[in-house]
């Protein structure tokens, strides 16, 4: 039965010095998480359509689906929420809202229908947390008569069944509105979900890893795993298991064998590693750990319960101390920790990041689960490998830093992303520093290329970096995994990387060596990572380097025009460094005696390091943002060999500021078979 109305609350609108009620909620149970989501969802109550079948919160923005299926996505995506809090026993007074609004919305006599779904439709993805929601929360289907049940059926089932999908996780989407349907005796398709799981099966990869899609192109990102495979397997186990047990014990295993691999891509604090698209999702990264509750799989050694409950709750609780991410109504803006469109793909409207209420899932577990019932732990830090490599997605985990840290090679997206070299193609993610994308297409500082090597063949104009490799690999020295790829930015341009992930005893170091066939005259820029510019004291532009604040840059930063300019440089051996919410820095090892002995007899000149001042909003967690950088010309013909280091000590609890730069000056150790490498063939 429909819940009893209930007075609305009064409208949000955020001032100045406004806290979103988010974020006052001490999380420590599952109540505390109810109320969390309920602060989510009031907000959007003023944003219902007449008939609440469609929700527009404030953005305003397109993209490259119509207006209407965005204001969709505003209605379904909270539903991943509701469904499961009302699967778990809670109550919301907005129930009713959303039930008229699926009666309009799958009406085609409404002045509020959605529209029948097209090939390749974005109302496909908004039918999976509709199906959700319809599986696990039985009063929505029980409030509706019999013409508008008919309805429901031919919007959800019939008139998708037979159409087109693109080949990848969408897949996933049809099989849920069919689930949906199934769970409440109504008509659907058993062979068509059969025939998508049977195609969704062909991107496994092993070890829990499932591939965005068939093979031709690398893509295992959060979608993999929280986002859509991983955690709508989970799903299925829970809702499916009986009906089909072997698949579910599959998935199960599958699970267990990602979960070991995940549990990489947070950190102590409680963030999540930004990598690849859509992570203005948000904290949906963190549902996978409460829809392993979901579907009740047994944690594999050394997870417990504990840990999966920290793991969530602390992501959440990072999540509460971003307060830029809210719109003046209190609904989740594009972006990641304040808004941004420059990160945003074309598939992002206002209403988008609701899929963070996926986070949620754990809402449907029972109170007496383990999940609920376990004391929250802290990250197993002492139990997991600091650096590991991870085969499927091609990446090496290194928390030596004090941050999670991916070095990464070989994926891309299988589409002309925006932004798709930065997102997919950077040498090095961070929990701390995130990525950074372009914001133009006019010099370095719009660029923005942190964490990759920019190469430009037209005086520093436009930049071109890795996007596709030729080959990517993982490799061991000394027992060390080391990741390997070879790239062509252009046509007669070469370039082999090695990333080698850092050691004990130089833990806030890690090395990048590119070897560069050039059959062109190009100019090299390599950035480090990103770090916020501002100063503590009134937010303005760093300074040079205080040894009282324990702040500031070395050199000293220009400015985004004249950069040709003796103050602002410095060799390539001495590198630049920028400290503010921890420091990050770059240095020039070829120039060292030895190796630099080796490249072109020594005659070859140093490159220089200095600061570049990025566009403001191209990094997704600080909005005005320097990157230490090394630059060089190439010209014509040469073969070269850059070996560069790059310094990260993010900011911490307990860690003093004048504590920022104390591994600085102790340089890391060439590795012997990186000087053996070049010394054959110089």
Known sequence: MASSPSTPSPPLLLGYNSKHPFTKIPLTNRTSLQNLLKTLLTPLTPHFSPLKALIRVPGGTATRFDARASEIEGFCRPLWGLGALLAGGGSSPLTDHWIEGIKAGTDPSSPEFWGWARDNDQRMVEMCPLGFLLAVAPQFWDSLNERERENVEKWLGEAVNGKEMPDTNWLWFRVFANIGLKKNGGRYEQARMERDME??????????????????????????????????????VELEGGDDPVKAGEFKKRAQDYALDFVHYFDEEGRATPFGRS????????????ALAFADV???????????????????????TQHDIWSPTGTLTIGYCYPNTYMAENYNSPMSPMWAFLAFICLAVPESHPFWTSEEEAYPTHLLEKTKALKHPGHIISYLGGHKMILSS????SYPMKGTHAKYGSFAYSSAYGYSVPTGCFTLEQFALASQLGLSDDGGEVWKTRRLCESAVIIYHDSRPVLESIWKPFPDVKIKTYLVPPVEETRN??????????????MTADGAFAICNERMEDGRY?????????????PKIIGNYDLDTPEGRSSGEKGAFAVSKGAVGICAMEESTAVEESIAGGKRKERWAMLVNADPNSNLIS????????????NKGEVVWYVTAIYAKPEKEGVERSAYLDGWDRRPV??????????IEM
Not at 670 to 679: F, L, N, T
């Open 199 to 236: 195609r969704l099966n062909g991107f496994f990869r092993g070890d829990g890893w499932s591939n965005d899609g068939p093979e031709g192109i690398w893509q295992q990102d959060y979608y993999s795993g929280s986002f859509a495979i991983q955690f709508l397997q989970l799903l299925y």
């Open 279 to 290: 992570v203005g999702y948000r904290f949906a990264m963190a549902g996978f750990w409460g």
């Open 298 to 320: 047994e944690l594999p050694a050394p997870l417990t319960w504990g840990m999966g409950k920290g793991l969530l709750l602390r992501n959440l609780r990072w999540w509460q």
């Open 410 to 413: 070989g994926q891309a997206c």
């Open 509 to 522: 170091w890690h090395l990048r060596i590119h070897r560069i066939e050039a059959g062109r005259e190009v």
């Open 542 to 554: 760093l300074d040079l380097y205080s040894t009282e604040t324990h702040e500031g840059t070395l």
């Open 623 to 634: 909005s005005r943002t320097v990157i230490p950088t090394l630059q060089d010309t190439i």
């Open 670 to 679: 060439i590795p012997g078979w990186v000087r053996k490498e070049i010394e």
